[in-house]
């Protein structure tokens, strides 16, 4: 493999190098540093929200949602062809946090939220919505402004939605604890941002130095392998804030994260670099990403995710992850 090879695949410039030891030590101290950081994070959201009198759930949407690293990776797929990985982190991404990350985190830390019905509908909404770029051979450009707008209009929508919605039980002592330092928290809550996407690139680093001499496809690689290792922290964040009793800040960050993957992180893929669809993606991994969000909207809408739902999350990953072994 020449140079130009190895820098067409995220990270794989230093695999070649990097011995298994080397790999569990990164995932291990990257496992850590995001544990670390998300209870700074979380510190962060709630003061952000108590500061600008909004719920705890609308600034978790917001900022935990997004995912800088998801969209590097992304985009760097898109313009180098990549387009299992490029869609990967999209379909694959949000079919994780919803099937692995949400499941997972609820047979350890049962979630407890109740969300506006609007809200929990926009889940399944931008999944299905996610299809209209990959009905084409390649992703036309003006499907990505489409998502794009309606990224907007779903913020928009949450946030008014949102307004004077009592999310958890303990939302009035929390709002009680407001006057604190908008500066500060902004700091606390961008802090964490930083160096939980420094924790979440050792964490893909180690992960994926540990399957790189493993030989696999392109689309288990993009589609399940790549997203994985991206988004393996993602569990974590949603089982420390359920644990602590803010429930509304995971469900927040499970949805917020959706509409980014499926609505902004897609929209700029398909408006700044096209790639061409493979017929996996139209046959398998869109199919099972709405089956994940109308799983997950069925139990958000009940207020309670728990070790039965997240058992049946879980397994709903596992299937898809065996599938992708199958067919390719």
Do not use: K
């Amino acid at each position: 493999m020449d140079d130009r090879r190895r820098r067409s695949v995220p990270l794989a410039s230093y695999h070649h190098r990097m011995t298994p030891l080397l790999a569990i030590g990164l995932f291990v101290v990257g496992v850590v540093i995001v544990v670390v950081a998300t209870e700074r994070l979380l510190e962060g959201i709630v003061d952000v929200a108590a500061a600008l009198r909004i719920a705890p759930f609308v600034a978790s949407v917001i900022l935990s949602g997004l995912e800088a690293e998801n969209i590097a990776v992304g985009l760097a797929a898109g313009q180098r062809g990549q387009s299992e990985i490029a869609l990967g982190t999209v379909f694959g991404g949000a079919t994780f946090l919803l099937c692995i990350a949400l499941g997972v985190g609820a047979l350890i830390a049962p979630l407890h939220a109740r969300l506006p019905r609007g809200v929990v509908l926009l889940v399944p909404a931008a999944a299905i919505l996610a299809g209209l770029p990959i009905a084409f051979g390649e992703t036309p450009r003006w499907t990505g402004v489409v998502l794009l707008a309606a990224f907007g209009f779903a913020l928009a929508y949450l946030v008014r939605a949102s307004r004077g919605h009592r999310f958890t039980a303990d939302d009035e002592e929390r709002g009680a604890e407001g006057g604190r330092s908008l500066g500060r928290a902004a700091l606390v809550t961008a802090g964490g941002i930083v160096v939980i996407a420094i924790g979440g690139e050792l964490v893909a680093v180690g992960a994926e130095g540990l399957i790189s001499t493993v030989g696999l496809s392109a689309g288990l690689v993009g589609m399940v392998i790549t997203p994985v290792a991206i988004e393996a922290e993602e569990i974590i964040r949603q089982v420390i804030p359920a644990r602590r009793g803010y429930g509304d800040v995971s469900a927040g960050n499970a949805v917020g994260t959706v509409l980014y993957f499926t609505l902004c992180n897609l929209g700029l893929i398909v408006l700044l670099t096209p790639v061409a669809v493979p017929d996996a993606v139209r046959i398998l991994d869109w199919p099972f990403l709405v089956l994940a969000a109308i799983m997950a909207a069925v139990f958000l809408l009940r207020g309670h995710v728990g070790r039965v739902g997240g058992a049946i999350l879980a397994g709903l990953g596992m299937l898809y992850g065996a599938l992708h072994i199958v067919r390719f």
